[in-house]
């Protein structure tokens, strides 16, 4: 399997759900549409990113985090509905997550787009690869997608949908897994990690290793990691530093300050030690 395979599979499998189950995903308990002409306008499922040199990883890393939380109104869920309105022919609503990071260097999903998961997923494979020494932007050997391809609202404040949790899981995660081939997967937060491990018997073996990680919103880091006292944490901050290549480094996150990912590893150091030494237990 290579990328674009992969991806080809996942946008037949994506476009097939999206229309078979279209009436049954818009009956779920606060789904959102986008609102185009005061219509509503169904938003389709979509496939992962794929780093390009995913399948040439020495570990394949796949990332789970939520759901992109749309609003009706939002312009990227216009888009995307206006898209799949005219029959989506060139993929841009089902593959909006390789597209946006073609275009912007984002995917479209807060915590990777902030730079947390990369990382994280960084530690875990230098952790497993610790001889390894790669000048490769650690964005390019990951994939990294949502479990849950649709947004829900309960008035103004995002909700998630446990019916959809698992639908998606059957609909989309199976397949994904299975295209992936995945070494390890990365859940951000309690509810993707039991969805997946609740499921993960119905994915071809073999099965990928599942390592949970704190889901990196702010706060989650601000309320359980800001004030934490760590030892030597200067010394795990550098160590940290090190599995990362200069380009990783100096790559800009695509959310709001811009942050490099040097500097947010070190602003919010606390979190990312303390999900090294998570993951290191785990592995």
Partial sequence: MNRNDAIQALIENARNISIDHQSLIEGFDGIVKANIDNKEIFIPGYVPYIGEGYFDASTKILIYALSQNLSPTDNISITWAKYWQEGDKDNKAINRQNINFAKHGKIMMHPFDTGHLPIVAGILDHLLNPMTKSGQDIYKSISATNLSKFSFRDGNITTDNSESLRKCFK???????????????????????????????????????????????????????????????????????????????????????????????????????????????KI
């Fill in 171 to 281: 609909w989309f995660s199976i397949k994904e897994i299975e295209v992936l081939r995945p070494d390890y997967i990365i859940c951000a937060g309690d509810d993707v990690c039991d969805v997946i491990k609740n499921g993960i018997n119905d994915v071809a073996k073999p099965h990928p290793s599942i390592i949970r990680v704190n889901f990196p919103s702010l706060q989650v880091i601000n309320s359980k990691f800001k004030n934490k006292s760590i030892k030597n944490d200067d010394k795990m901050v550098q160590r940290i530093l090190s599995y990362f290549s200069n380009l990783t480094l100096k790559r800009e996150s695509s959310y709001k300050n811009k942050k490099t990912i040097q500097e947010i590893i070190e602003r919010d150091r606390n979190y990312f030690v303390a999900m090294h030494d998570l993951i290191e237990k």
